[in-house]
């Protein structure tokens, strides 16, 4: 257990619909990254947010957004799904530059 | 932009042969951290290197920073069935934000 948790662990959902991940940093974290893996694919970032507020956009397409509550968890809103968006969604939280990144185990996302 | 680029894309080895794996940017490094993936599961931080020539050691596990903080490498001594796995370099786009870039991997096979 790497301290950060993401649910669900699997989704299959339908073109079109859509679906929220939701993510909790490890205990003390004030950041949390939303990271996109497609299959046989590197990590794309999506966005961050530090204590509430965005601190960063990365590849993050307009249909999905974000946001981190004042208890830091997190989520992330993928709407109007389209079957490439099919992929691993990852949550990750650190404590400061030096430490690395904490992933969660992610979150397996299914478009038929 | 800033392009992190990883060769091999691919590798396999005998188990007890050494391995390496290069990551390489068209622009100077920031820092340098290394992950590694095992199949099915999330990325796990190793190590983060910051000084231009730094070398770290893990165990088996010898990770370089290049002389002009342009490339990095992570190399394995005598492979086990247990370093199986993706291998991640990834660099801090910025400071502020620790929103790192992530190279493409190399996906390591050994055979036993």
């Known amino acids: 257990d790497s301290g950060v948790t993401q649910t669900p662990k699997h989704l299959i959902t339908a073109t079109g619909q859509r679906v929220t991940l939701r993510c909790s940093p490890r205990?003390?974290?004030?950041?949390v990254y939303w990271y996109q893996q497609s299959l046989d694919q590197g990590l794309q970032f999506l966005i961050q947010y530090y204590n509430g507020e965005e601190r960063a956009k990365g590849n993050i397409l307009e249909r999905f957004s974000a946001q981190q509550f004042p208890d830091l968890h997190s989520e992330l809103n993928l709407s109007s799904l389209e079957l490439g968006d099919s992929a691993l969604y990852f949550c990750a939280s650190a404590t400061g530059v030096h430490y690395g990144y904490t992933f969660g185990s992610g979150t397996r996302l299914t478009v038929v | 932009g800033q392009q992190v680029m990883q060769i091999p894309q691919y590798q396999h080895v005998q188990e007890g042969e050494d391995f390496t794996t290069y990551c390489n940017s068209s622009?100077?490094?920031?820092?340098i951290q290394w992950y590694k993936q095992r199949p099915g599961g999330h990325p796990v931080f190793l190590i983060q290197?910051?000084?231009?020539?730094e070398v770290k050691k893990q165990k088996r596990l010898t990770f370089q920073f290049g002389e002009a903080k342009k490339n990095s490498s992570l190399h394995i001594t005598a492979t086990q069935t247990t370093d199986v796995g993706t291998y991640f370099c990834?660099?801090?786009?910025?400071?502020?934000?620790?929103?790192?870039?992530f190279g493409p991997g190399t996906r390591l096979s050994v055979l036993p």
């Open positions: 622009t100077t490094l920031s820092n």
């Open positions: 990834a660099d801090n786009r910025d400071n502020y934000g620790q929103n790192f870039v």
């Open positions: 290197l910051v000084k231009s020539g």
């Open positions: 205990s003390g974290d004030l950041s």
